[in-house]
């Protein structure tokens, strides 16, 4: 999953042709060209005492924007948590996506709502829907399709580490 990219985005004629490929190339195709993605930190999460999740937490702009695109799956009792600088309307996408997900928008360590995700299949990933947050939020987070579903509005997201 992607994070929706901002409306101003550097135009590529302000990056060298050669780093601007690299930066593509690195950050898409890591198996294929060597580069090694950045470790992301990891912490453990329960909602509401029901569900335990261990977590990649996407902190840079640059991991969330990558997400979970560009895996193959994602293990059960696994996920991505992108906490964010301050509350406020969110978008994603699911570009880049091979397998569906679920997601949870949070505020204030509470679950504002859930969603599956299907996968875009598209040809043009810019024809692929965003979804809203529905509302302010101040994190997301991102795990195996189907988890979420006995997790409802109002529940309580903690780290337990």
Request: glycine content about 8%; overall charge negative.
């Amino acid at each position: 999953m992607h994070r929706s990219p901002r409306p101003a985005r550097l135009r590529p004629r302000t990056l060298p042709a050669a780093l601007l490929a690299a930066t593509v190339i690195c950050g898409t195709v890591v198996a294929a060209t060597g580069c090694a993605p950045s470790p992301l930190n990891q912490a453990r999460l329960e909602l509401d005492g029901d569900l335990e999740l261990t977590v990649e937490i996407a902190e840079t702009p640059e991991q969330q924007r990558t997400g979970l695109s560009g895996r193959a799956s994602v293990e059960p009792g696994t996920g991505m948590l992108f906490p964010f600088d301050s509350a406020g309307p969110q978008r994603v996408w699911m570009a880049g996506m091979s397998f569906p997900i679920d997601i949870a928008w949070i505020r204030d360590g509470r679950v504002l709502a859930t969603a599956t995700l299907p996968v875009c299949t598209t040809p043009d990933p810019d024809d692929c829907p965003r979804w809203e947050s529905p509302g302010d939020v101040d994190a997301l987070l991102e795990t195996t399709a189907g988890a979420l579903d006995a997790i409802e509005p109002g529940a309580l997201v903690r780290t337990t580490d």
